[in-house]
């Protein structure tokens, strides 16, 4: 039965390990008004016909904190890299000089920071309630395994860690988010 349990805890923590990674890629994606070229990830490029990623057809770098440089590795791509962008729907209005592609990052306004920020809380929210809901699936199988023979002692001490995970996994949201705010906040 021990064995049982450390494969529903492995479960457990696999599944707030994802919940985490996606929070993660969500902040990326949530400006905080400086050029970071993760804010591209995810955006394809039509590559010979082929949905290809952006950072495979061309080299991405920020010469300074409010600029992204996109150079195309063959130069007919440049129309089709800037309209990736534009699809992409990031708010980024990329410009081609023919050579490159640049994106301004433009400084945000005190309101859409605070937009910004409450958008960032609110992914947060959603990590921990996905945390939560696996917790409540970890729990309702060490209920049912006890039905099942396992014994109340074991079962408690398996609730037990399955709640410290969970408080652990909540206290990384909580400063990932902070951290998010700091960064969106600061000017």
């Not at 609110?122 to 395994?145: C, H, L, P, Y």
Request: charged share 30%; net charge negative.
């Amino acid at each position: 039965m021990t064995e049982d349990i450390n494969m529903v805890i492995d479960m457990t923590k696999e599944s707030m390990e994802k919940a985490i990674a996606h929070l993660e890629d969500t902040l990326i994606h949530i400006r905080a008004g400086k050029a970071d070229i993760r804010m591209l990830d995810g955006i394809t490029v039509d590559y010979y016909g082929n949905a290809t990623a952006l950072a495979q057809v061309s080299n991405i770098n920020t010469p300074d904190a409010r600029t992204i440089k996109v150079q195309p590795w063959e130069k007919k791509m440049i129309g089709e890299i800037e309209k990736a962008i534009m699809y992409a729907n990031l708010g980024l209005n990329p410009s081609n000089n023919g050579e490159a592609i640049l994106i301004n990052i433009p400084p945000l306004t005190e309101e859409r920071r605070k937009d910004l920020v409450k958008q960032a809380k609110a992914e947060g929210e959603n990590s921990k309630v996905s945390i939560r809901n696996t917790r409540k699936d970890a729990i309702d199988q060490f209920r049912q395994m006890q039905k099942d023979g396992l014994s109340e002692d074991l079962a408690k001490d398996a609730e037990a860690l399955t709640q410290e995970l969970t408080d652990s996994y909540n206290r990384k949201i909580d400063e990932m988010i902070k951290q998010k705010e700091i960064d969106i906040l600061t000017i």
